[in-house]
DNA sequence: GCAAGGTAGTAGCTCAGCTAATGGTTTGTG
DNA sequence: CACAAACCATTAGCTGAGCTACTACCTTGC
């Protein structure tokens, strides 16, 4: 069978004119050498070379042969370099920090699929608040985080997206309206409310204040999702929650959009010095182009 | 060792997304193919395919190998190809026709380098005269012929070109002349003529018009240069022959120049219906190529 | 004529790589 | 839930392709 070893015989052979330096330029015996030779020539059906005088001397053939050979060999040397730099990326390890919601919601499919084109990348999740993200990107302590609404000389790639409703029980009256309209931030002020951070303490408190909500208004503060459908549905008050949380519990109670719409982002932001991290620019780069695609 | 069975099977494995049937397409056991896949992906160091559930997936460094494998496989392809429209081309006989000068002085070196690029293509010689030559360049006899001055429409590779001087005794009248210029067609005439054909006689009779000679004039017609060479020696008369046959007859001779000069190429043209072979083709191409550098 | 340098041929051995058979894991199904 | 199907990995064992060492032979240059 026709080996790479033949290739790289005939092309050295056809650079140092003999086959005696060619072979032991390759690494093997002249004897060798020659049956190789004689072995591709036979197979090919015609002479890649005249052995004339002291030379090799490629016949027309042969260096139509050699060109193509040549070309093969710069592939496998380019293949060999890949692999090599593949080498230094190896095994690595990634931290990446993010809210609940977002590592089980929108991280799984992103995760698994990046695991499987990169599966020497081991990326290991921590969960946090929004504040302590904010932490451990400064500190170096995580190399990639997920961050809400990130401001845009942050450059992040967007992983989603969703916008707040307003939760109420079905009872409730503005649960009434049907004209589809949402119901406007004034509305909500002085209603009994229900914060829930689902993680994010810090936005929380700057939703509250987008809202126009004064603290007195606030009859609870809640960390999930799951506690604010609750207490909702027992009429403590009314919640203000993002929309894709909503399938899980939505029994008893009505969601209604809000006027102007309110929507958070997630972004997926490197740690400053991360850029050196060639385990994090693949993963950014690749999360980058799942994303826009 | 790295083999090329390796890349076929990189590629088909892509291709069908799945070991098994990759294996059985190239001719191999699924046993088999895992291993050698093993084998590379230990050799490069990384993994070429996520094993995920049902399909073989490629990792982002294994697509850019594969990448690298498809093309050396194409060149690997077009290797394959030239070899089999080599051997169409086979070992291949090629008749040519030509005069005794320019196979004893042009064709030698031509012929020796044409056979070290195509040792397949056989090249036999026949001689004749000019009127043989288009004789069987008309019937088909030879493949190619040597013709002298061909017709710019025919189409021919020049060979060579040499120009004719006159040829006399040292002790001649006009031999004493040093001022350089040439001897004039008409200080020829009227003096006894040696008609020296070298295996040209139609070329002779017509290089005997142009010089105004007249048939009366012409004491003596031979073959060989030679011979003329000769008989101008002996006083018996001029003669007039090509510069390049000097060399080897010049003992008490003295060539000169004519004015106007008159030069005789050698043209090399194909046979009417050789377009058709391969052998004849690459044959008339090299040439062209070699005496055109 | 002889040494130097080159290619081709031969015998023999070693190991790379293939096959066959088996086990394990995941997926889809009655 | 068990069972079948599909697929990959692993093992043991064998075969032959291809390498080495050695030799023969040819050409060239001194």
Redesign the pocket.
């Known amino acids: ?3 790479l ?2 290739w790289r015989l005939v092309v050295s ?1 056809s650079d140092m ?7 032991d330029i390759i ?13 591709l020539e036979h197979m090919l059906g015609a002479a890649l070379f005249s ?6 001397i490629p016949t027309a053939f042969g260096e139509s042969v050699i060109e193509h050979a040549r070309a093969m060999l710069n592939h496998h040397a380019h293949i060999r370099s890949l692999a090599n730099e593949q080498q230094g990326l190896g095994p690595a390890r990634l931290t990446l920090g993010s809210f609940p919601s977002v590592i089980s919601r929108i991280l799984p499919k992103l995760l698994s699929s990046f695991r499987q084109r990169y599966p020497d990348i081991e990326v290991v999740a921590l969960e946090g608040t929004d504040k302590e993200i904010e932490e451990w990107l400064g500190n170096q302590h995580i190399d990639v985080g997920v961050v809400l609404n990130p401001a845009a000389e942050r450059d992040a790639v967007i992983l989603g997206c969703d916008t707040w409703v307003a939760l109420l029980p079905v009872s409730h009256a503005l649960a009434r309206r049907t004209d589809g309209t949402g119901i406007g931030f004034s509305e909500l002020a002085h209603h009994p409310f229900i914060l829930a951070t689902g993680g994010c303490h810090v936005h929380a408190q700057s939703l509250a204040q987008t809202l126009g909500l004064e603290l007195t208004d606030i009859r609870v503060t809640v960390q999930s999702w799951e506690s604010a459908c609750a207490l909702v549905r027992e009429g403590i008050g009314i919640a203000v929650v993002p929309e894709s949380t909503l399938p899980e519990c939505k029994r008893g109670l009505r969601a209604l959009p809000l006027e102007p719409p309110i929507k958070r982002s997630f972004g997926l932001v490197k740690a400053p010095a991360a850029a050196y991290s060639k385990a994090a620019d693949v993963f950014f780069q690749y999360l980058s182009a799942m994303t826009q695609a």
Chains 1, 2 share one sequence.
């Open positions: 069978m026709l080996n070893t033949h052979i004119g003999t086959i005696s330096h060619a072979s690494g093997m015996t002249q004897s060798g050498a020659s049956q190789a030779l004689a072995q052995r004339s005088q002291r030379r090799m």
